[in-house]
């Protein structure tokens, strides 16, 4: 795919990663759609900076958590620019052990994390039916070896790989559905030890912005004969 001129819908595209990959596709060429739960003026922000890179930029709001609303979202998106690609960067991470989880925990996680991911998916491929797409899924290492720390997110992400490889078949061939795994690429939005953080990563070290955007890049226009496939970004920290 040739993303100069393409437009894509980052889902949490104002801040921390969802910025990075906003800012990575507009480097490419690619006009963005940022959408934005409560930051707003974060979005504001991310978008001028967006534009600053010679692309255009919108924003949309929606709650995620609101999964009856999303086809409103994907038509409301759609207005703004009709889009060939779609990031599903947002998501919730909440530090809950298997103890501390109750019912509306498991399931905002799971609304927020898998739903909305689904059905912004569905929505898409409805509307590029027959045309070349792709979507990407931001994951985590913990996806594809979980652990008992944040236990409804480790699920949900979980789900999400499998998720991604089954619409991988269902979407092909026009579209293609990959994900990129993460590992430490920001401090912890919680205040957790950002040493301890990287104790366990065998390159030693936090990634950096420009290693997650080439990783999005590659997958939208190198990777043209890869779907389904879960790329890790977190330092090997998957293999221990």
Same mark, same amino acid.
């Given at each position: 795919m040739n993303l100069k001129g393409k437009t894509a819908l980052v889902t949490g595209g104002a801040h921390r990663v969802g910025k990075i990959l906003s800012l990575a596709l507009a480097e490419a060429g690619v006009n963005v759609i940022i959408h934005y739960g409560s930051s707003e003026s974060a979005a504001r922000q991310t978008l001028a900076e967006v534009e600053q890179l010679g692309v255009r930029s919108w924003l949309v709001q929606a709650d995620l958590a609101k999964v009856e609303r999303l086809a409103e979202m994907v038509e409301v998106a759609w207005q703004c620019s009709p889009f060939q690609i779609l990031v599903n960067n947002a998501a919730i991470f909440e530090p809950l052990s298997w103890n501390q989880v109750g019912v509306e925990d498991w399931q905002r996680h799971l609304n927020i994390n898998l739903t909305a991911p689904f059905l912004l998916s569905q929505g898409f491929a409805r509307k590029i039916s027959g045309q070349e797409g792709r979507i990407i899924n931001i994951l985590d290492w913990r996806a594809l070896r979980p652990v008992d720390d944040h236990l409804p997110y480790t699920i949900s992400k979980a789900a999400l790989a499998a998720l991604t490889?089954? #619409?991988?078949?269902? #979407?092909?061939?026009?579209i293609t559905v990959n994900g990129i795994?993460?590992?430490?690429?920001l401090p912890p939005s919680d205040g957790g030890d950002v040493h301890q953080a990287v104790q366990s990563v065998p390159a030693g070290r936090w990634a950096h912005a420009e290693e997650v955007g080439r990783a999005l890049i590659f997958l939208l226009s190198g990777a043209t004969y890869t779907t389904g496939e879960i790329f890790h970004v977190d330092g090997g920290r998957h293999l221990i």
């Open positions: 490889r089954s #619409l991988a078949v269902a #979407l092909a061939p026009e795994a993460l590992g430490a690429v």
